[in-house]
Nanobody, 119 residues
Framework: QMQFVESGGGSVQPGGSLRLSCTAS????????MGWYRQAPGKQRELAAR???????EYADSVKGRFTISRDNAKQSVTLQMSDLKPEDTAVYYC?????????????WGQGTQVTVSS
């Protein structure tokens, strides 16, 4: 069955850095767009960054220049390097796997990891 192992969340002061990792199994990783989404308290879940099977990357405007997403298909992992963190980056970060196929979208989520940015 599908499984996501997320790691790297924690607490950091403003201006600090964190590295989130997600290792997945149970599906054809290389065929999926892998992404990191985040949800702050009282807000809707939103995209932080995603990378498709062709390594085309999309970032939310709020994280451009500060976050870097990468994938390693051999290790079935996706990483989000976050730097210059701001209090508004505080959220639960979720690993996501998405694939659009004929007739159905395949959309899977990890359990989430907390990132807290506070002085």
């Amino acid at each position: 069955q599908m499984q996501f192992v997320e790691s790297g969340g924690g607490s950091v002061q403003p201006g600090g850095s964190l590295r989130l990792s997600c290792t997945a199994s149970g599906f054809l990783f290389s065929a999926y767009t892998m992404g990191w989404y985040r949800q702050a308290p009282g807000k809707q879940r939103e995209l932080a960054a995603r990378i498709n099977p062709g390594n085309v990357i999309e970032y939310a405007d709020s994280v451009k220049g500060r976050f870097t997403i990468s994938r390693d298909n051999a290790k079935q992992s996706v990483t989000l390097q976050m730097s210059d963190l701001k209090p508004e980056d505080t959220a639960v970060y979720y690993c996501n796997a998405f694939r659009a196929t004929i007739g159905i979208n395949l959309d899977y989520w990890g359990q989430g990891t907390q990132v807290t940015v506070s002085s």
